[in-house]
Structures are given as C-alpha cells and as structure tokens.
C-alpha cells in the first residue's frame, strides 16, 4: 500500500534552515508528481511547494518563494523540502503528498493529491 513517511522537522531558530524528507513506497515514485502542505495552528492546511515527476518544473507559494526549495531523487524515492531563512510563521506540521498522475493541474489544489503522510512539526522560534 501507499506510504509517505515525513521526517526532518524539529526546532529551529528564525533565520535558519531545516530540510525535511518524504520516504515513500507502495507505488512508482518516478510516476507521480509530489507536494508539500503545512498546517499551522488554528489555520487552514497550506500547500508550499509542488514537482513533476520528472522534477521538470517546480512550483512555490508566495510565502515561501525564495526561501524554500522542493526537489526529488527517484532513484532513492524520496521527496526534499529545503527550508531556509525560517521565519515564526513558517511553524506547522508539514506533510508530502503524492499526485494523482505526473503532473498536477495545480500544485495547490488538494484534489490533485490522492495520498499523503501523517506531517513531521516544524517549530521556529527563538
């Protein structure tokens, strides 16, 4: 079966960077397109970044834009997420997401997804 397991998250000072992983299995990783969704306390769930299965394009949201960097490696089935300059409001519990096909219409529509991980907290705070 589909598993998306997140790990890299923890605490972090504003500033500084973390880089989460998404181990997956259970399907053709190389297939599919991937995304990231973080939800904060108190708000509604946020997708930061999407990648085509081939990693020929990439896709950010505004907040993160610069700052974070989505990557992939299919040989190792594994998804990054690349978080640096962290700011207090980059805080949540983030998780992968797995697309319905090899790309997505939209990296930030949740329809696009058919399978995610249970998140990996990230905390940044001094």
């Known amino acids: 079966q589909v598993q998306l397991v997140e790990s890299g998250g923890g605490l972090a000072q504003p500033g500084g960077s973390l880089r989460l992983s998404c181990a997956a299995s259970?399907?053709?990783?190389?297939?599919?397109?991937m995304g990231w969704a973080r939800q904060a306390p108190g708000k509604g769930l946020e997708f930061v970044s999407g990648?085509?299965?081939?990693?020929?394009?990439?896709h950010y949201a505004d907040s993160v834009k610069g700052r974070f960097t989505i990557s992939r490696d299919n040989a190792k089935n594994t998804l990054y997420l690349q978080m640096n300059s962290l700011k207090p409001e980059d805080t949540g519990l983030y998780h992968c997401?797995?697309?319905?096909?090899?790309?997505?219409?939209?990296?930030?529509?949740?329809?696009?997804?058919?399978?995610w991980g249970r998140g990996t907290q990230v905390t940044v705070s001094s």
């Open positions: 990648i085509y299965s081939d990693a020929s394009d990439t």
């Open positions: 997401y797995k697309a319905r096909g090899p790309y997505y219409r939209d990296y930030a529509d949740i329809l696009d997804y058919d399978y």
């Open positions: 259970g399907f053709t990783f190389s297939s599919y397109a």
